[in-house]
Structures are given as C-alpha cells and as structure tokens.
C-alpha cells in the first residue's frame, strides 16, 4: 500500500475539537497522486483522464488535532475501464477511517470510458490488495 503522512492542521477542527467528517475525502484524494500520475504524469487537468463513480467512507473512531495521521491506500480491483481503491487512515496506531472509492478511465472529448491500457494495469497492479 501507499503510505502518506499528514499533520492535521488547527482549521480542520470541528466545534466538538475533533477532525471535521468532510476533511479524510479531501486527505483521501491528496494521497492518491501517485496512482493519478499513472495517467497524467504531471498531474495536468487538461490532460486529465480519470473521473469518479462513486465513493463511501466509514468512520471508526474520532481523528484529532495535534496528532499524526497515516494515510494508506491500494488498489482493491481493476476492470476494464475502471478501477477501485481502497483508503484507510490511522491515528495513533488505531484505524479511524476507511474508504472505498471507483475511478473511471474517461475521455473528456467523446464523453465516454476507455479501456485500461495495459501498461495503467501494470502500474495498478503494483498496489493491489487482498478484498
């Protein structure tokens, strides 16, 4: 699995002095820029080729201010034209947050998928992980 670290920030905080719900998306998508650059090397959202289909998220306990927090992510399947990660933050050697998100290879200019290039499913299989 990747493996990226990120150190709350004080603004990330709700009024009950934990990490806001909204905040392990947006951590979840900063730590998937390696597996981005598998399509766009240079991360160049004119030259963009992914889009989501979906994503849930699953809390198991509070995340906090002050403290360390991992982020790991692998690749849970790869399909034709698409293909899953799967997302888990950890605090203080707890897991508190799991995610499971789908991207679609997509072709902006025909609107429509595109299947996976074989080397996009070399590049993924390096991240694989057990379901």
Known sequence: MLEMQIQPRFQETDALGHINNTVPAVWFESARDPLFRLFSPELDVHDWHLIIAGYTVQFKRE????????????????????????QE????????????????HF????????PLS??????????????
Do not use: C, N, P
């Not at 360390?68 to 790869?78: L, P, Q």
């Not at 072709?107 to 595109?114: E, K, M």
């Not at 590049?123 to 992980?129: A, E, F, Q, S, T």
């Open 118 to 131: 074989e080397a996009h499913r070399e590049g993924l299989r390096v991240w694989l992980v057990e379901s």
């Open 107 to 114: 072709d902006y200019r025909t609107r429509q998928s595109i």
């Open 63 to 86: 995340l906090f201010y002050g403290q360390m927090v991992s982020i790991k992510t692998g690749v849970r399947r790869i399909g034709t034209s698409s293909f899953t990660l799967w």
């Open 89 to 104: 933050a950890w605090q203080g050697g707890e897991l508190a947050v799991t995610a499971e998100t789908t991207l679609i």
